[in-house]
């Protein structure tokens, strides 16, 4: 991780076209990932072409996750395209998680609700470190924005 203070996000997309319905849960996990990403993340990446600090709009295109980079004033600085195969599971596995973790908030006792919550947290941990390795040597980012821009990537797989 560098020191330098513009190598940061100030502002983050998500490409809204292609999400079918977010839903109130969704829409807030949404809200506050956005609102915590902004607050705080280190953003770093490679290449003398990028310099902070950095707009990011994130969407899915042929199954791949592209990470469009552009300076705060929009002027685009390049791109970043991951395959989404390696997220799959993660992502399948995450959602029935947060289905039953959803479920159990209206129903269940708070042992079982914090037994399922720990699942869920065990599987967002798997699919942001997934996200730093797959981002390695393309864009260094911490493990506390590697979970903020998981839980964005979750909320691009809902498609219509």
């Not at 993340?41 to 791949?64: C, K, Q, W």
């Not at 600085?77 to 908030?105: H, N, T, W």
Request: aromatic share 8%; glycine share 6%; charged share 30%.
């Amino acid at each position: 991780m560098t020191d330098r203070p513009d190598d940061r996000i100030v502002e983050i997309t998500l490409d809204d076209g292609s999400i079918k319905s977010w839903g109130p849960d969704v829409d807030h996990e949404r809200r506050v990932a956005i609102f915590d990403l902004i607050e705080a993340n280190n953003f770093t990446p490679m290449g003398d072409e990028f310099s902070g600090p950095f707009a990011v709009h994130l969407s899915i295109e042929d199954n791949r996750l592209v990470i469009d980079i552009r300076a705060a004033d929009q002027t685009p600085q390049g791109r970043v395209v991951l395959a989404l195969s390696p997220f799959r599971r993660i992502v399948r596995d995450y959602f029935k998680v947060c289905e039953s973790y959803f479920s159990a908030i209206k129903t269940s006792t708070p042992s079982q609700i914090e037994a399922i919550d720990m699942g869920r947290r065990g599987i967002h941990n798997q699919g942001s470190e997934l996200l730093q390795e797959r981002l390695d040597g393309k864009i260094d980012i911490d493990f506390d924005t590697a979970r903020r821009l998981f839980t964005l990537i979750c909320v691009l797989h809902i498609r219509a």
